[in-house]
């Protein structure tokens, strides 16, 4: 059996980052990858992988034992939230690529990309021979392919987990929030109230989003409340993804990362709103009454970006 080397912002508690490893080692596993490597927190274990401390002296000698390299989804490539994570995902890049082992990018975003240093990097690890960048999004597609890299156009992993977990669930008259900071949701509720949604429900993505906001109540199992609800209004991109892919209502407040990858599937904006709850409350009402229908196409950018991979290890 293979051997892989997965990795990406794993094991930091955030709902986008563990749906997408979920996705990735699901998928390993099914294309006969027997043993998985992937760095970790303090090499805490998950997912049956072979986990190594995030700068442990042994990623080097697994990376050598590894056929591939891949990263599996997410925006790895930016520097906005910290200069130092691009710094240690290039050096996993380039480790890779010194051990020549073919590297895939699966599923990733770039960007934003502020510093001259980190386009250079970026640059360099995109346009290598031994790159295949599967790009979660159009413009990260188009941006690697200016630069002369090996690019395609794929969607999100966690797509793939998702469709392994289309369980029916009972509909609640439930919103769930997923908001970064405190916000005066009072217009918001009342609107809800209006159409018959009584229970309200704060959920994190982050670990560090806003975890408290009365009258909202916390809640449980992220994915569950998420299936389980009326609508979603979130700051955060795979929220309104999940919601997406189970043909939930949602509106997404002022979150770019999802207007770069939702416009590629509908040219309705209808969904969006501002950080205002005046504006909020406007959308639910719109968002409640016009449906939107993505799930199929979503699921055959999944099929068709997994049989890519295949296709591209194949050749290797």
Not at 131 to 152: C, E, H, K, M, Q
Not at 194 to 223: M, W
Not at 290 to 303: F, H, I, W
Request: glycine residues 6%; proline residues 4%.
């Amino acid at each position: 059996m293979a051997t892989a080397f997965l990795w990406g912002y794993y094991g930091f508690g955030n709902f986008g980052d563990e749906i997408m490893f979920r996705a990735c080692v699901d998928l390993l596993k099914e294309l006969d990858f027997g043993t998985i490597y992937t760095p970790l927190p303090n090499g805490k274990r998950s997912m049956g992988v072979t986990s190594v401390g995030r700068f442990s002296p042994k990623l080097v000698s697994l990376l050598r034992r590894s056929q591939i390299s891949m990263a599996g989804g997410g925006g790895l490539f930016q520097d906005v939230t910290s200069f130092r994570s691009i710094l240690y995902y290039y050096y996993l890049s380039r480790m890779s690529l010194l051990m020549k082992k073919p590297l895939i990018f699966f599923g990733n975003s770039i960007g934003p990309v502020r510093r001259s240093v980190s386009k250079r990097l970026v640059h360099e690890v995109v346009t290598h021979k031994n790159v295949t960048f599967i790009a979660r999004d159009p413009v990260s597609y188009r941006y690697v392919r200016v630069l002369g890299g090996n690019a395609w156009l794929g969607t999100d992993p966690s797509i793939l987990y998702l469709m392994n977990n289309e369980t029916e669930e009972r509909k609640e008259n439930k919103a769930v929030f997923f908001l970064k900071k405190p916000l005066d949701v009072s217009f918001v509720l009342k609107n809800l109230r209006d159409h018959g949604i009584e229970d309200f429900v704060l959920l994190s993505a982050f670990s560090k989003d806003c975890q408290y906001l009365p009258p909202l109540r916390t809640g449980g199992n992220v994915l569950e409340e998420i299936k389980s609800s009326s609508i979603v209004i979130t700051e955060r991109f795979h929220p309104a993804l999940v919601a997406a892919c189970f043909e939930i209502p949602f509106v997404i407040v002022d979150c770019q990362k999802a207007r770069r990858f939702f416009r590629r599937y509908t040219k309705e904006d209808f969904f969006f709103s501002k950080r205002d709850p005046l504006e909020i409350s406007l959308k639910v009402s719109t968002v409640l009454k016009k449906r939107l229908s993505l799930k199929e196409k979503l699921k055959k950018d999944a099929v068709e970006m997994k049989e890519f991979l295949k296709d591209t290890l194949r050749r290797w």
